[in-house]
């Protein structure tokens, strides 16, 4: 009877767990834009009074570009870097400094792009263009707990066949407040920075200037940042200029052209990563807007009773052959035969019969074979047999990865490491990026060295900067800069 009801609630627990489930549609994926944040930077615009003190006038929202092991640049808007007189008079009032048109024209400003907190980095302006609204910014030294943005764009400046296109998801990215001299926060941290999401609802030269309009709020706490797409790809930069109801924001055509124009280095793209197929997931029709038929019920319901059935019976098997004994194969009988023999013969001042070789213990290490015989021959004519050594033990020393979106550090504890999306598949997997592939890349060890090689991935794999060809493999070396797809590791040895 016992065996009767736990039989029926197996049953009844397989039956619910073969029920059919209705799929949730979760909440759009922002992950991806979100890793921007990593690149979006203060700029402060400062001077120093006659007592040595430092004050902000204004500021702006920011973004960096660049090579985090070389050069970084900052891009910002160009009017901030000239407050007019208006704004300088009234922070002179509020700082309570002397205000006169004559202490108005003495002002000498500077440029500051914050680090941490109050630590910030003086730049150096390269150039700036009041047409475009757009200032660039050179930064003495990467400011390395910081990424530079990688800018999405058309080949050969080409408006015609943008890689983004109305409707695409957008996000303008900056700070919660205009930064002024009278603001209650002066020095905003990366956690702080904003995400304002919207749509592009035109492309669009707006007195001979190239734009993307979108319904993203832009204002004095966004101008400057960088606006994203889905993927955190910068297509623009954020203006205070708008056109009815809709925000603008520098298409990166320019932007682009600009920087190359320059002869500066820069992250770019020229198309979307390509989102890996998922397999199909089991999609129930609403019942309540279609009926299931008849026949499909009894189908199913049958269906079900025979992989219960089945599965029934394959447990009572599995349960009746539990308590037989399992017959040892002759590879594990000869095994046992000859540790037992080994265990006797090791015994300190044991001697075989008729057998005037003495058997004594030996402590020391002669790696893993079994035994080793000394030459020569010993006074007493004794031949001593010395006892299993310790092996040596090879550690793979592969380096770590550290992923710089998190900080995480990443042990590379094989000789052959695979990075991808699907933790069947690979030995870390990026769960919270659907660009990057299965089995996307992988690192190993070789007697030439360590090598990164690319799994045949969808969408590439980069060493240094450098698009690895499909199936192709690159030495890395301690510093390396791995990107997979759009999510870029460090390596260190």
């Known amino acids: 009877m016992k065996g009767f009801k736990a039989l029926c609630v197996l049953s009844l627990g397989l039956i619910m767990a073969f029920s059919p489930v209705y799929k949730v549609q979760a909440a759009d994926d922002t992950s991806n834009a979100e890793s921007a944040k990593d690149g979006v930077v203060q700029v402060n615009i400062v001077f120093t009074d006659e007592s040595n003190v430092k004050h902000i006038i204004c500021g702006a929202s920011g973004f960096l570009i660049g090579d985090s092991e070389g050069s970084e640049y900052v891009i910002t808007c160009n009017h901030i870097l000239n407050p007019d007189d208006e704004t ?14 004559e202490d108005v024209a003495k002002i000498s400003f500077s440029t500051e792009v914050v680090v941490e907190g109050d630590v910030v980095l003086s730049t150096t302006v390269v150039n700036t263009s009041a047409e475009l609204d757009l200032a660039v910014l050179q930064l ?3 400011i390395y707990t910081k990424s530079p943005l990688t800018l999405l764009t058309s080949q050969n400046y080409e ?17 919660p407040d205009a930064i002024t001299y009278d603001s209650e926060t002066q020095y905003y941290s990366d956690e702080q920075v904003a995400m304002t999401m919207g749509h592009i609802v035109n492309l669009v030269n707006l007195q001979n200037v190239q734009v993307i309009e979108s319904d993203a709020a832009v204002g004095a706490n966004n101008c400057g940042g ?15 200029t708008s056109d009815g109801m809709y925000s603008c924001a520098l298409d990166s055509t320019k932007i682009t052209k600009l920087l190359d124009g320059l002869g500066i280095q820069y992250s770019c793209e020229y198309e979307r990563p390509v989102e890996e197929e998922e397999a199909p997931e089991t999609e129930v029709s609403d019942t309540k807007d279609k009926g299931i038929p008849t026949y499909v019920i009894v189908i199913i319901c049958v269906g079900i009773v025979a992989v219960v059935a089945g599965i029934t019976t394959t447990v009572i098997v599995i349960v009746i052959n539990k308590d037989k004994p399992k017959k040892k194969s002759k590879k594990q009988l ?16 044991v001697k075989t019969p008729n057998d005037p070789f003495k058997f004594e ?39 770590t990865l550290i992923r710089v979106k998190t900080g995480e550090k990443i042990p590379l504890n094989k000789g052959y490491f695979t990075i991808g999306k699907d933790s069947l598949h690979a030995d ?26 690319d799994c045949n991935s969808t969408n590439g794999t980069w060493l240094n900067g450098v698009k690895l060809e499909k199936g192709g493999k ?19 040895l």
């Open 428 to 453: 870390y997997y990026v769960k919270d990026n659907g660009t990057i592939s299965r089995q996307h890349a992988a690192i190993r060890q070789t007697n030439n060295g360590i090598f990164l090689e």
């Open 334 to 349: 000869k095994q046992e035969e000859e540790a037992r023999m080994q265990s006797f013969i090791n015994k300190p001042g």
């Open 159 to 175: 408006v015609a066949n943008l890689p983004y296109a109305i409707a695409d998801t957008v996000y303008a990215m900056g700070y």
């Open 88 to 101: 300088i008079t009234a922070a002179l009032e509020y700082l309570e400094l002397p205000n006169s048109e």
């Open 226 to 240: 960088p606006l994203v797409d889905e993927y955190g790809y910068v297509i623009g930069m954020n203006l205070l």
């Open 474 to 492: 690159q030495k890395l070396s301690n510093g390396s800069v791995i990107k997979i797809s759009n999510e870029e590791f460090k390596y260190e």
């Open 361 to 399: 213990s030996s402590n020391d290490n002669y790696g893993p074979t079994d035994t080793v015989i000394l030459a020569g021959k010993p006074a007493s004519s004794e031949t001593t047999i010395l006892g299993q050594g310790q092996g040596i033990s090879q550690q793979i020393k592969m380096g």
């Open 140 to 142: 003495p030294q990467p």
